[in-house]
């Protein structure tokens, strides 16, 4: 393997694992590695992920930014139309640094695409289980008006809460889970997912008595 590709395959490991994996382990962390969850497989998983990184990176040093983001249509949410809508926010990124781009750094550029790609999924995913708070907290208590509620859940995100942390991590897990046919290991985000979910709709319920 060239020098090249080995600082690219770090990127890889460094980028998917960031404020979500603790490298050689099951755990996931929350923003911070004091909040985590043990997970068994998830490691595997993670590195299923990172492999469709790396075995298509001929894609990404070629330029082909389209074809390089298609191999990613097997992530749960990631439809073709989706991965356009990602290539279009890229182009304009890429657009800003195009006068200056032969002089970046191959890492840097692979960053922008990775960070660019792996952010759309987790919030896709994590927009997913912030639909399902607003559900449950007009189930209990549909006093509260959408505003109410998202004021509340800006608080939340606004100081770092270690519940919004980890359910952030624990949605995109389980749709890498689904994507790599890892039903237990789903089944299981689901239950985690369902707790942190609740937790969160009891701190913004409790916050309005």
């Known amino acids: 393997m060239s020098i090249e590709l080995k600082r690219l395959h770090n990127a890889t490991d460094n980028l998917v694992n960031q404020q979500f994996y603790y490298p050689g382990s099951d755990i996931i962390i929350g923003r911070t590695p004091e909040v985590s969850i043990k997970i068994r497989k998830s490691g595997e998983i993670i590195q299923k992920f990172k492999n ?7 894609f990404f040093l070629r330029s082909d ?39 970046y750094d191959n890492v840097i550029l692979y960053t922008l695409v990775l960070n660019s790609l792996i952010s759309n999924i987790r919030n896709l995913h994590f927009n997913n289980s912030i639909d ?26 606004m100081r770092n809460n270690d519940n919004i942390s980890i359910l952030y991590n624990i949605s995109y897990l389980d749709a ?3 994507s790599f ?5 789903a089944r299981i985000c689901k239950i985690q997912k369902g707790k942190y979910i609740n937790r969160v709709v009891d701190l913004i319920t409790s916050s309005n008595n």
């Open 181 to 185: 046919n890892y039903k237990k290991v």
């Open 52 to 58: 469709l990184f790396n075995e298509n990176m001929n």
């Open 132 to 157: 399902e708070i607003n559900k449950r907290i007009k189930k209990k208590r549909n006093i509260l008006s959408d505003d109410q509620i998202q004021k509340e859940m800006d608080k939340l995100f």
């Open 65 to 103: 930014y389209f074809k390089f983001l298609l191999k990613f249509k097997k992530i749960k949410g990631l439809t073709e139309e989706k991965i356009k809508q990602i290539h279009e926010e890229l182009e304009a990124k890429l657009k800003i640094l195009r006068d200056d781009i032969d002089n």
């Open 176 to 178: 890498l889970a689904e």
